[in-house]
């Protein structure tokens, strides 16, 4: 199974400061309409079932409803990752969307709009989640843990909000000094010892026989998983807005251009190679995890080292420290992110969605 994530356009209506995209205004030679549709074509033949549109804010595009219109006719199927303000945008193709994430990083709504860079965003996130779970929608509150919010009080501030909203699942990715968030990294980078507080205090959250995609969490504190180690490389990819390939969400180093290559090819070279042929190094060499952990987050081994070897550069693991069950999912349900993205869901209302 393979997930493509599409960043379809740079532009975005906020200015967040962690942006791993730095989005804003528009690239002058991001993929049109007609090359959209070829991509989409090549992802059909390359064997992906599902796409995640994600920042810049994608519904912005005027055509990207025809873009998902076709993506869904070709049996694809469609996530989107989004800030939450352009609702109206896509209200009346809700039926497109197999699930929708809208980001949500403080409690405090003051706190979050000077966090995505504009006023009134708390108020148009939370007012289109309701609007995405009173119609039926699977909808994620996902939030970007940084140094910021990653103490207890505030994560459950997050989670009695997650709650209250009573979406499907609050999805946590932790912060990657990239895009514009590398201004601002001294301020947002998290510590071993905040990693560590914060996946406990979700694990005191989490449903028995969770799937995690973040194979340190795992390895801390148990789940299951789809697919060993990261899925960055494995089963997902990401297409940037002027086409180039790249193995994680969180990485711009390209395995080639979608509008000259065919998937197959861009699978095969040598940054794709690389990232699925990963050696255990330093600790990892003797960790009992490593079997379905593989060195953690590979994107932030590679911000970090210059490869995607490990050990992940947050891991407070030592291998002598008890580890807890981990298992291999039957792979018969499924939820996009977790073939996609190195992440952590907390389950809020049951099961897991296909």
């Not at 690239?27 to 090549?42: G, H, M």
């Not at 148009?124 to 039926?136: D, F, P, Q």
């Not at 490990?310 to 069950?325: I, Q």
């Amino acid at each position: 199974m393979l997930i493509a994530g599409w960043s379809l356009t740079k532009m975005c209506n906020l200015h967040c400061i962690h942006c791993y995209s730095a989005s804003g205004k528009p690239n002058p030679d991001e993929l049109t309409t007609k090359e959209a549709f070829l991509v989409a074509d090549k992802l059909k033949e390359g064997g992906v079932i599902a796409v995640n549109f994600g920042g810049g804010e994608c519904a912005l595009r005027e055509d990207f409803i025809d873009i998902c219109s076709y993506l869904d006719g070709l049996g694809i199927k469609i996530s989107y990752t989004t800030n939450g303000t352009v609702f109206p945008l896509i209200e009346p193709h809700l039926g497109l969307f197999h699930d929708i994430g809208v980001s949500i990083d403080f409690a405090d709504p003051a706190k979050h709009d000077w966090f995505r860079g504009g006023r009134g965003v708390f108020d148009k996130a939370v007012g289109t989640i309701e609007e995405l779970v009173s119609r039926g929608v699977d909808t994620e509150m996902v939030t970007c843990l940084t140094k910021m919010n990653c103490e207890i009080d505030e994560l459950e501030k997050l989670f009695a909000l997650s709650r209250s909203l009573d979406v499907d699942y609050w999805r946590l990715n932790r912060f990657r000094a990239n895009g514009r968030g590398i201004a601002m990294q001294d301020d947002l980078s998290l510590s071993k010892d905040d990693l560590r507080e914060a996946y406990g205090f979700l694990a005191g959250k989490m449903q028995e026989g969770s799937s995690v995609p973040d194979p340190l969490y795992r390895a801390a504190y148990g789940g299951r998983y789809f697919i060993p180690g990261d899925p960055s490389g494995h089963s997902a990819f990401r297409i940037l807005a002027n086409g180039e390939v790249t193995p994680s969400v969180f990485l711009s180093v390209s395995g080639g251009n979608i509008r000259e290559k065919d998937l197959d090819d861009i699978l095969d070279s040598q940054v794709f190679r690389n990232i699925r042929e990963r050696s255990p190094q330093g600790k990892c060499v003797a960790c009992p995890s490593y079997d379905h952990c593989q060195g953690g987050d590979a994107g932030a081994s590679y911000l970090e080292y210059g490869h995607f070897n490990g050990p992940d550069p947050l891991c407070w693991l030592e291998k002598d420290d008890e580890r807890p069950l981990v298992e291999k999912a039957s792979g018969e349900k499924w939820n996009v992110h977790e073939l996609y993205l190195c992440t952590v869901y907390v389950p809020m209302r049951g099961g897991l969605h296909t």
